[in-house]
């Protein structure tokens, strides 16, 4: 069983200042870290890695991502690759997975590609489904557990309101990990040392058999970046054909407006208890008693 | 650079990355011996309180020239007050010095934030070729025969054998209590400060604190601002921010029931000091311990196999006029560096050889400098110069200055009524500008 | 041909997602800038009664594809029913959901149409002469930046689930209804799913919660609120609050509803003791049955409740509990005969692997 593990070098957010004005970030004042999704990818990879099995990682990213591929090997990972070209400018989703696509090829294709589903910087959460795409795999999204039996993989993603769905995958496939799963385990200390000046093989674009056309991809342009201001949501506008009392009322109660539901003003506790439990068979959220 | 340093023994270990252990790792990776620097925070300084006049500029000098030129520094101090504060009212005494070593090279301080600092300064040492490794928490001393022979780190097979440690663990240090060289701090001895950068624009600092160019200015302040707590506060100018704190004695903030961040909002809202901080935005806030009563701490600082500098030797002066530790740290840093440098040289590891540390931290000032103020902590944190003395300055001040139509009195007949309406006797007012007097004249 | 400007939606246990008419709603206001139709797709199976719905958020004309094989979400199933309608849609933009399922398709379709694609969307918009902007947050919120497409109209865009919020729907608007049956084969399908597994009441997220039980002032400290907790327990459901037991530490502070707190949108809404602010009630407004139970008769919370009870509820709650002790009880014991574990505990057993 052969895993490969995408990781992405990321801005921390909680150290990122932006100018109330421009929206720039504060580079000179950022810290960057593992892309918290992969951490936990990485985690599951060596949990799942049988004895003959392998872990490698793979990073597009500048020099600065060798320390975070470098943690992995710490961590536990057989193997670690950067892909970087000084040709390459803003990273792009597509050109990100063409390139990983690229350098999955360079060792032998793995059986199963773990990937976060989304980077905290401008990620997009695409990058599982286009680099399945470029392989001609299949992918499965917001996964909170998985587990192989005899080549298959189940895994459970997430719904609404908390519910899960399982799911079943042939191999190889790709997954795209929710943030949180697991925490990456500590390194032991001799590791730690031992991969602090361990060189992490770098593949340009010439290694990996690439040319700069082959990343002209059709992507929409950055024509500004903004501070932050939330979208108005849709809101419940009050109903103008009522009185000024009425419409102060609703909006008042945020557009919450009365229910004409039932009142039950009197009777005994018992008989209030009762009420409720009647209406909760009614509607359905409890079993009617046979 | 060494390839597979694990299970390998070191000449020197350094545990922690303040300015007291960076500087010790860069002149041991100097001389040419092996080099362990270990760090708990992610990143050296990640841990450390940020925002702070350095002092020590002509000391750095020595060891990287022009060192300004590539450290991330933010402005020189140029300018120094100090000021006495009642609850309404400020005194001030300015200090300016356009030239002269303040504003020119070698500087005689420089406002830094300790995030970057503290990560270029563990960077040279890491370029002159110390190994420097972060998220490294040590909980321990590993001991042979009664002798310090490294330290164990809180990870799996986290022991690591050095033939020196040099504990530069900061405040409370750790290491120095597990060897035995330091007692537990009483609270009185302990303060806790408060600290806050906020953002705001270069150029509204400059007007707003007449300052020209990129020159700096630092504040202290005496008085009622920590209302009954015994402390002080300070504000210093960064290049786009304002590093403020309120420091407060633990005792004192426990006895009073006080919050730290309650004074520090009580400081930013006095009218001397608001308008200096209007609009400024939030980016940090921390708080941290720091050794206050000098000389009377110092644990022992050297045991066989181990030297302790900086704020775990409690060379911080913490002393009223004066908020310098990163300057003794480092000198206390080079000192502990100099002498593991000279006991490897002879191989020999005992707290014997080690006790030249003494000697070197004379001839870099250390000692002389803490031996001379050795009476200012316990007088500065009194607490007739804490709260009676600044506010009776203040409103001194107000009265000579307030024009009511009622008589104006000369200065000494105010004085002595305002001494007479206070508690203070004739006695005790003597006794403490003889104190006043020997804490900081001779 | 009329321009038409493709939504595509998505449904979930039967029920369109709130995401999905979002992006109907997002798709009108565009068309109605381009002078185009908004036509809704829908795949999965016995999907008509959802078509109302769909028009009465804006669309005009509604493709359900449908074939039993997509009764349950597989992206590969997704993707060869969908191809094809949408090439012969020909929109001249393209928007859906940014959720899970569709990240597992759509960019797929983007490299292989070589089509600009865009997620995490705060707002989809037409600038100019009628060229595609867009709005999309970044660094987890931090910041915000602008993207344009100066060449055509043609992108595809994932809009944020929530951040636009939906309006009431028109129900006098129809779409034309249209069902497609595409020609699949299923057997390629390499990823399929199995079944869906209910929420676990004690650890889901409250704004996901199916069922949620509150305890306000009301509730007069800790003691009242550990009552409405084994109420919670008991029906199987989140516990929630107001700011004030928040803030007085008898409910963790993650738990508290409202404006300034969570926003939650369950099936079944119980308030004890709540008054019912303005702050409080726009956390609640997209529940579905509320009850609330308050001795105030003049509450706003009462008169918003689908069954308002005027009374003590440290009188009602401890009664209210052993009944429905009895009531659990009586169905346990109808039921003893089939001990069979349920589908959720099998679930559990087999899958567990993360701490
Ligand atoms: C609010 C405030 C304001 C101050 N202002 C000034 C000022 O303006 N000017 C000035 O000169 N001084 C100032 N000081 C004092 C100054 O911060 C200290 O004296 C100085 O930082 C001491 O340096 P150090 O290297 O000894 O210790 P520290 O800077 O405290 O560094 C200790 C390092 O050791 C690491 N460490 C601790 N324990 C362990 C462990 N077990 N394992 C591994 N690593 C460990 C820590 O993470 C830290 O990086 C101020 C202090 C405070 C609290
Ligand atoms: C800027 C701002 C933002 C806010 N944001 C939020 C928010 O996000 N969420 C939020 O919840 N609040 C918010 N609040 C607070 C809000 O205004 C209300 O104060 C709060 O919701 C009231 O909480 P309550 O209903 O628990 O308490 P109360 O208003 O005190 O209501 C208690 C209710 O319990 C009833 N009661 C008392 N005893 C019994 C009994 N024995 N049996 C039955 N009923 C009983 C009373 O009749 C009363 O109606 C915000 C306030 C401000 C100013
Ligand atoms: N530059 C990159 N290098 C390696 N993996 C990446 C990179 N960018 C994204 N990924 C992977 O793709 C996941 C989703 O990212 P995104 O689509 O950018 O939100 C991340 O969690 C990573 O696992």
């Not at chain 1, 932050?228 to 008042?252: C, K, L, W």
């Not at chain 2, 270990?38 to 000391?59: D, M, T």
């Not at chain 3, 034309?176 to 990823?191: E, G, M, Q």
């Not at chain 3, 069922?211 to 007069?220: A, Q």
Request: glycine share 10%; net charge neutral; with cysteine.
């Amino acid at each position: 069983m052969r895993i490969a593990v995408c990781l992405k070098y990321v801005p921390d957010p909680s150290t990122i200042e932006v100018d109330p004005l421009t929206g720039m970030i504060d580079i000179g004042r950022v810290l960057y870290m593992m892309n918290p999704a992969d951490e936990s990818a990485l985690e599951l990879a060596l949990r799942l890695r049988p004895p003959d099995g392998t872990v490698t990682v793979f990073s597009v990213g500048p020099i600065e991502a060798d320390r975070l591929l470098q943690d992995a090997l710490a961590a536990g990972a057989d193997a670690a690759l950067r892909v970087w070209d000084d040709a390459l400018g803003s990273l792009k989703p597509i050109v990100t997975t063409t390139l990983l696509a690229a350098a999955l090829r360079v060792k032998a294709l793995p059986d199963l590609v773990l990937c976060g589903g989304h980077s905290v910087d401008r990620g997009s959460g695409t990058v599982p489904a286009l680099l399945a795409e470029h392989l001609d795999w299949p992918v499965v999204t917001d996964v909170t557990q998985f587990e192989i039996q005899s080549g298959r993989l189940r895994a459970r993603r997430r719904l609404a309101r908390g519910a899960r769905a399982e799911s079943e995958v042939t191999l190889p496939a790709i997954l795209g990990l929710e943030t949180g799963l697991v925490h990456l385990r500590q390194a032991s200390l001799p590791n730690l040392m031992r991969v602090k000046y361990t060189p992490i093989p770098l593949y340009g674009l010439e290694e990996l058999g690439l040319s700069p056309q082959d990343l002209h991809f059709p992507a929409m342009t950055l024509h500004e970046v903004m501070p932050p201001r939330p979208r108005a949501r849709m809101m419940f506008t009050p109903d103008v054909g009522g009185s000024v009392q009425e419409r102060v009322a609703q909006i008042m109660s945020a557009g919450v407006a009365g229910k004409a539901g039932k009142i039950l003003e009197s009777g005994t506790p018992e008989q209030q208890a009762d009420a409720i439990i009647a209406f909760l068979c009614q509607r359905g959220f409890l079993e009617q008693p046979t | 650079m060494t390839t597979h340093p694990a299970n390998q023994q070191f000449d020197v270990i350094v545990v922690g990355a303040g300015p007291a252990g960076s500087a010790a790792a860069l002149l041991v990776a100097r001389a040419g011996l092996k080099v362990l620097l270990l760090e708990r925070g992610e990143y050296p300084g990640a841990k450390n309180v940020s925002g702070a006049v350095f002092y020590g500029s002509a000391i750095l000098n020595e060891l990287i020239p022009n060192w300004w030129e590539q450290a991330p520094v933010e402005r020189p101090v140029c300018r120094r007050d100090i000021a006495f504060m009642s609850p309404t009212t400020a005194v001030a005494l300015d200090f300016r010095c356009a030239g002269a070593g303040f504003a020119t090279a070698p500087y005689n301080g420089f406002t830094v934030l300790r995030p970057k600092f503290d990560r270029w300064l563990a960077a040279q040492a890491e370029a002159a070729g110390a190994f420097v490794l972060t998220s490294a928490v040590v909980d321990d001393v590993l001991r042979e025969n009664g002798r310090i022979v490294g330290v164990r780190v809180r990870r799996e097979q986290g022991e690591i054998y050095g033939k020196v440690v040099i504990a530069c663990d900061g405040v409370n240090s750790f290491l120095a209590k597990k060897a035995g060289l330091q007692r537990e701090f009483h609270p009185h001895e302990l303060s806790l400060g408060v600290k806050e950068v906020l953002g705001l624009d270069p150029a509204i600092i400059q007007d707003r604190f007449h300052l020209t160019d990129n020159d700096g200015i630092a504040y202290e302040y005496l008085g009622a601002i920590t209302e009954d707590v015994h402390g002080g506060a300070f504000l210093y100018t960064n290049r786009d921010s304002l590093s403020l704190g309120v420091i407060g004695q633990v005792s004192s903030l426990v006895e009073r029931r006080k919050r730290p961040y309650e004074l520090l909002e009580r400081f930013k809202a006095h009218p001397a000091v608001a308008p200096l901080v209007r609009g400024g935005k939030l980016r940090e806030y921390s708080a941290h311990l720091i050794p206050e009563s000098g000389w009377a701490m110092k644990p022992k600082l050297y045991t066989d196999g181990m030297l302790v500098a900086g704020d775990a030797a409690g060379f911080c002066l913490a002393a009223g006029l004066y908020l310098e530790g990163m300057n003794y740290a480092m000198q206390s840093g080079l000192a502990a560096a100099e002498t593991a440098i000279l006991a490897c040289q002879k191989g020999n590891f005992s707290a014997r050889t080690l006790s030249v540390y003494q000697k070197n931290l004379k001839q870099r000032h250390v000692s002389t400098d803490f031996r001379a103020y050795r009476h200012a902590p316990s007088f500065v944190n009194g607490p007739r110069l804490q709260n009676l003395y600044p506010e009776m300055v203040a409103q001194g001040m107000e009265q000579i200055f307030r024009v009511d139509g009622a008589p104006k009195r000369k200065i000494l007949p105010l004085a002595y009524r305002m001494v007479r309406q206070s508690s203070i006797k004739p006695g005790q007012l003597l006794r403490d500008v003889y104190q006043v007097a020997r804490a900081y004249l001779w | 041909m009329d321009k038409c400007v493709v939504v595509i939606t998505e449904c979930e246990q039967g029920e369109l997602t709130l995401a999905s008419l979002e992006c109907v709603e997002e798709g009108r206001e565009i068309a109605d800038r381009l002078d185009a139709k908004v036509q809704a797709i829908l795949c999965g199976s016995a999907l008509e009664p959802l078509a109302g719905t769909l028009a009465a958020h804006g669309a005009d004309q509604v493709t359900l594809v449908e074939h039993e094989a997509l009764a349950q979400f597989s992206a590969d199933g997704w993707l060869q029913a969908l191809a094809p309608v949408l090439l012969q849609a020909d929109p001249v933009l393209l928007l859906a959901p940014d959720s899970g399922p569709i990240r597992a398709w759509l960019p797929r379709l983007a490299v292989r149409w070589r089509l600009p694609l865009v997620g995490c969307c705060m707002r989809i918009g037409i600038v100019g002469d009628g060229y595609p902007e867009v709005i999309r947050h970044t660094h987890g919120g931090a910041c915000q930046e602008r993207l344009i497409w100066p060449y055509a109209t043609l992108i595809c865009a994932m809009l944020t689930p929530g951040v636009r919020g939906v309006d009431a729907p028109r129900p006098g608007r129809t779409a034309k209804i249209s069902v497609v049956h595409p020609a699949l084969d299923p057997a390629s399908f390499r990823d399929r799913t199995l079944r869906t597994l209910p929420a676990d009441p004690r650890t889901v997220a409250l704004n996901e919660a199916e069922r949620i039980v509150s305890g306000g002032f009301g509730t007069g400290g800790p003691d009242g609120m550990a009552l409405v907790k084994q109420l919670a327990d008991h029906i199987g459901a989140a516990l929630g609050g107001t700011r004030v037991a928040a803030d007085r530490g008898w409910l963790a502070a993650e738990r508290f509803i409202g404006s300034t707190g969570q926003i939650v949108a369950p099936k079944l809404y119980m308030a004890f003791g709540v008054s019912g602010a303005g702050q409080h009630l726009s956390g609640i407004t997209g529940s579905e049955t509320v009850i609330a139970i308050n001795n105030d008769r003049t509450a706003p919370m009462l008169k918003r409740a689908d069954l308002g009870i005027v009374g003590d509820l440290h009188q009602i709650l401890p009664i209210l509990l052993d009944k429905l002790q009895a009531l659990t009880a009586v169905n346990v014991e109808n039921h003893s005969e089939s001990t069979a574990p349920t589908d959720a505990s099998v679930a559990h057993r087999t899958l567990e692997m993360m701490p």
